[in-house]
């Protein structure tokens, strides 16, 4: 069944804003926990993970945060721009290759100039 | 940048009929994936391949579905035949074993089943 799942299906920011998306799981025993982003016509394409180890982790305008405590993940975009609109996934999988991407469901950002 | 590619872009079949779907994974990957996303919904996984030999299936991939490396460049997903349900977007991954967790994904082939 589910385990990955996001709390808000949209979320409309400004140009410059920061946006937060969440996510929520169940599974605890994953490894690792990750954020894909979708553009309109393409498939997902990967923007950063984060160990089940590690509470928190920073990539180019991108943060991640992992609380095991609540189970929840979160993606913050700093300074959204336009071409961040997207669909935003939350996914997980464990620390051994060829094994299954489960995602939750998708968080559409709508970027405004 | 390499990318996956796959072909076609849209495949429109009939109920019952057999459709493959191609995908060239990037040329230094060894795990290959198929994953499906029904209009609207989540990105679902259906198999993994590697050395020539399923690594792990959904329970949606059932026995009308079937992979295979043909060559040194290809990775087909077969369905043998159709059903109305299939209709989604077929995505096909490919990556390196040292990240499990960074899949690239091609562009998809919207399948509709009519």
């Known amino acids: 069944g589910e385990s990955v799942g996001l709390h808000l299906p949209t979320l409309s920011v400004q140009e410059g804003d920061n946006s937060i998306i969440n996510c929520a799981y169940s599974?605890?025993?994953?490894?690792?926990f990750i954020w894909y982003k979708q553009e309109s016509g393409k498939g997902p394409q990967f923007i950063i993970d984060?160990?089940?180890?590690?509470d928190k982790r920073q990539g180019q305008r991108v943060t991640v945060l992992l609380n095991k405590t609540v189970k929840h993940l979160s993606l913050q975009i700093a300074a959204t721009q336009p071409g961040d609109s997207a669909v935003y996934f939350c996914a997980e999988t464990f620390n051994q290759a060829g094994t299954a991407l489960i995602f939750g469901k998708g968080t559409t950002l709508s970027v405004s100039s | 940048e390499p990318e996956v590619t796959q072909t076609p872009s849209h495949q429109v079949t009939q109920m019952g009929q057999e459709v493959i779907l191609r995908c060239v994974p990037i040329s230094n990957h060894l795990y290959f994936y198929w994953y499906r996303q029904i209009l609207g919904q989540k990105v679902e996984f259906l198999v993994s391949f590697y050395n020539n030999e399923i690594s792990e299936k959904s329970e949606i991939f059932d026995d009308q579905f079937s992979v295979e490396r043909p060559d040194g460049s290809n990775f087909t997903l077969k369905i043998r035949s159709t059903k109305l349900e299939d209709s989604a977007m077929y995505f096909c991954a490919s990556n390196t074993p040292g990240a499990p967790y960074e899949q690239y994904f091609g562009p998809g082939t919207r399948l509709t089943v009519t």
């Open positions: 599974n605890s025993a994953s490894d690792y």
């Open positions: 984060i160990r089940s180890n590690m």
